[in-house]
């Protein structure tokens, strides 16, 4: 069965740094989504993203995030600056078409130190 | 920003008995609502969705109600098994729209 697919599955990085989170969603999906649950709290929607540009964003996703779909198959989510308060599990999700569920995958766990 | 709730962080059932969990939501606007399942360092998965325009939709030991008069939906999972013990999100969108969450029940159901 199809499945997206996050990688990696940790990554732990400094205060101030640059990481991009990598995400191959479903082959003939055309809708990509990123969202993240810091620990203990509820799973928040970041941003959307269809037809090659964002479709809608929420308040956490301030100039230090940034959404690319560079080839056929990869959605990566990049944080220019890391902030301590990044420090959350980030999945990425798929879905085929406008009324169809969302397809998440297992998430990139984060830690800024 | 609360439009989904789920205001039992816990529920723990006997394996054989019906469990029910409960989500409201305060958005009119909302009209397709989603459960998804989740382990632990695992992403959601989808289990059973409902549109607006009906109250109920069943898929083998899954049954969601919705009442929108209410704005509330619930889950009823019947016979619970151990292998159901997860944490069960709502969720709930408008259109092509992104999905909101509410926080969350955990579900222990005992052998």
């Known amino acids: 069965e199809p499945e997206v697919t996050q990688t990696p599955s940790h990554q732990v990085t400094q205060m101030g740094q640059e990481v991009i989170l990598r995400c191959v969603p479903i082959?003939?999906?055309?809708?990509f989504y990123w969202y993240r649950q810091i620990l203990g709290q509820k799973v928040e929607f970041l941003v959307s993203?269809?037809?090659?540009?964002?479709?809608?964003k929420s308040e956490i996703f301030d100039d230090q995030f940034s959404v690319e779909r560079p080839d056929g198959s990869n959605f990566t989510l990049k944080i220019r600056s890391t902030k301590l308060e990044d420090s959350a599990m980030y999945f990425c999700?798929?879905?085929?078409?406008?009324?169809?569920?969302?397809?998440f995958g297992p998430g990139t766990r984060l830690t800024v130190l | 920003d609360q439009q989904v709730k789920q205001n039992s962080p816990s529920l723990s059932v006997q394996e054989g008995r019906i469990s029910i969990l409960n989500c409201d939501y305060t958005?009119?606007?909302?009209?397709?609502f989603l459960w998804y399942k989740k382990y632990p360092a695992e992403g959601p998965t989808f289990l059973i969705s409902?549109?607006?325009?009906?109250d109920k939709n069943e898929d083998g030991r899954f049954t969601v109600f919705l009442n929108k008069s209410a704005k509330h939906l619930s889950l009823h999972i019947v016979p619970s098994q151990p292998g159901d013990s997860a944490v069960y999100f709502c969720?709930?969108?408008?259109?092509?729209?992104?999905?909101?969450f509410g926080t969350g029940t955990r579900l222990t159901v005992i052998p």
């Open positions: 082959s003939n999906h055309l809708y």
């Open positions: 999700a798929s879905k085929l078409a406008e009324n169809n569920e969302q397809f």
């Open positions: 409902i549109s607006s325009i009906k």
């Open positions: 993203f269809y037809n090659n540009e964002i479709s809608e």
């Open positions: 958005n009119s606007m909302f009209d397709y």
């Open positions: 969720a709930a969108k408008r259109g092509a729209n992104n999905l909101f």
